[in-house]
């Protein structure tokens, strides 16, 4: 028995129940009334029915109010019983659902919670309302439990990557927000908590240590701590942050393994590589009648979602929730119908890696529920004509991927030009600081390395073309100050003493002076860098040139 047929069965016993309850002509057993409503969503929760699920959560909501108010006159019954029929309708029709299903689902969910009416509707219903403040509260609590708890299973697999379950963990933790009931109306945090799920499922099950697994896991709990934050402060969350995106992207591709060129399988020669055809491995998996109507009703159901998200990354998560679904049936093979169900399975599978899904949305979703309704009735339909449907649908998934490859890339903008750089002022004053400024306007100006005689010049207003038109080393005779000791006249071709380019007397002084404040600022800023101790020693060295003159 398959999870739908179970959920089935399961569902058919708690309406069955219920209709018992709220068909009695004396007001029911109000705590019954709400155990079945919240086993009903429990049991759609489990098997993945979201849209029943909500429809289920809008009950309990129903059943809460009559709870809370104490009241049940015969318009309330009539409600209830009326709500009953619609469920047992929805049950029935879980392997078959249409849009009218789901018409039916939304205008059940708008009579039993009003207040919720348009939260799960297709894309452009609206955005959905934000939630109060118990619930933020709720979510931001619970919501960085699980970030804290995700990143902790990150940690620990880095550090051993065979400790795999420690990422179980995480699944516990999750539990009190997946059993939220409002959990598919509050975008992206359902999204990200089933993608956490998958993650989870796949780094447990692998064989071996999956290298990714920290780097996935890492992501999920930035993703999450950021959207539990912005749902607890605002009743909203950004479902294209960057970090739900960034998550979103590693998901996709986790447990795939890197893909290495052909090329680098080769000798580095002529060839020739390859000399003879391979045969694609044999696909020895058998799917029956029951398996392919089980998968064929989870890709209707999950077309349904994915035309419901309401974001590019919404779309890429719950598409990467058929991954593992695909996987199977790319295995699948030894009749023309299983041909045409791996051959779908491999297709669907490349489009959604590949981006083609979030690109031509509409279009893979009606695919994928064409290939559904197909699969759907395997045990009853002429598998000519099913093989032909799958092969059809294939096709087309092919030619989205296709589309989407042969789309122009976008040019990236063109830089604009940089500005040019604006010139440097004309350096002004005398000594080493100038000399070095004019240096460095030489240089900027294409002339070659100058030497001593150019740098030593007195400054222009604009710095000289070349090294050429520098005035000579007899202008350079720094101009005689209060506090400064008069230069005495050099020839143009004598050597310049050293002790005449250095500080002295009343000059080092003032060097210290100006130091002093330079000081100052260091200590204030708390510097203990090697720059506040070179201050320090050039202020000794000018006082041993003081003293010393």
């Known amino acids: 028995m398959g999870l739908t047929e179970f959920f089935t069965m399961e569902a058919s016993e708690y309406l069955d129940r219920l209709d018992t309850v709220v068909s009695s002509p004396t007001p029911p057993e109000v705590g019954e009334f709400l155990r079945l409503t919240r086993a009903l969503r429990g049991s759609a929760l489990m098997a993945r029915q979201d849209t029943i699920a909500a429809a289920a959560a809008a009950f309990e909501s129903f059943a809460r109010t009559v709870q809370a108010e104490g009241r049940w006159d015969e318009g309330t019954r009539q409600r209830a019983i009326r709500a009953v029929d619609d469920f047992k309708v929805l049950v029935r029709q879980v392997g078959r659902w249409t849009d009218a299903e789901e018409a039916r689902a939304q205008h059940l969910i708008a009579d039993l919670a009003p207040e919720t009416a348009g939260a799960s509707e297709l894309p452009g219903g609206g955005e959905p309302e934000g939630l109060d403040a118990g619930a933020r509260a709720f979510v931001g609590r619970e919501g960085a439990a699980v970030a804290s708890a995700l990143d902790q299973a990150a940690k ?173 049936l790319t295995e699948a093979g030894g009749n023309p119908v299983l041909d045409a169900v791996s051959s779908f399975a491999t297709q669907a599978r490349n489009a959604a890696l590949g981006g083609a899904v979030t690109a031509h949305t509409t279009a893979f979703v009606e695919r994928l529920k064409e290939a559904g309704h197909a699969l759907v009735e395997a045990a009853t339909g002429d598998e000519s004509r099913l093989a032909t449907a799958l092969r059809d649908a294939a096709d087309a998934v092919g030619a989205l991927r296709a589309k989407e490859e042969e789309a122009p890339v976008p040019e990236p903008p063109t830089a604009a030009p940089r500005p040019a750089a604006a010139p440097a002022p004309a350096a002004t004053g005398t000594g080493l600081a100038a000399s070095w400024t004019r240096y460095e306007q030489l240089r900027a100006h294409g002339s070659p390395a100058p030497g001593l005689e150019a740098l030593l010049t007195a400054p222009t207003e604009e710095p000289p073309a070349s090294i050429e038109d520098l005035p000579s080393i007899a202008e350079f005779v720094e101009t005689p100050s209060a506090e400064a000791q008069p230069a005495p006249a050099v020839a143009d071709d004598t050597l310049v003493p050293i002790q005449q380019l250095c500080y002295s007397g009343h000059g080092a002084l003032a060097r210290v002076r100006e130091l002093r404040g330079a000081i100052a600022g260091e200590l204030a800023a708390g510097t203990t860098s090697d720059s506040l101790r070179d201050l320090v020693e050039e202020v000794l060295d000018l006082v041993e040139l003081s003293i010393e003159t």
């Open 156 to 328: 620990t697999l880095q550090q051993d990557a065979a400790a795999r379950n420690a990422a179980r963990r995480v699944l516990t933790v999750a539990q009190p927000l997946r059993g939220l009931s409002s959990l598919p109306d509050i975008p992206p945090l359902g999204d990200l908590l089933e993608g956490v799920e998958r993650a989870i499922a796949e780094i447990v099950s692998s064989a071996e240590p999956l290298d990714e697994a920290p780097l996935v896991l890492d992501a999920a709990a930035k993703a999450v701590a950021r959207t539990a934050q912005e749902l607890a402060r605002d009743g909203t969350a950004d479902p294209e942050s960057a970090e739900v995106q960034r998550f979103a992207e590693l998901l996709g591709h986790l447990g795939e393994g890197a893909l290495v060129p052909i090329e680098s399988l080769y000798h580095d020669d002529d060839g020739p590589h390859v000399v003879e055809r391979g045969s694609p491995p044999a696909r020895t998996r058998i799917l029956g009648h029951v398996d392919l109507v089980s998968h064929g009703e989870h890709l209707v159901q999950a077309a349904h979602e994915v035309a419901k998200a309401a974001s590019p990354t919404q779309i890429a998560l719950r598409v990467q929730s058929l991954l593992a679904t695909f996987r199977t």
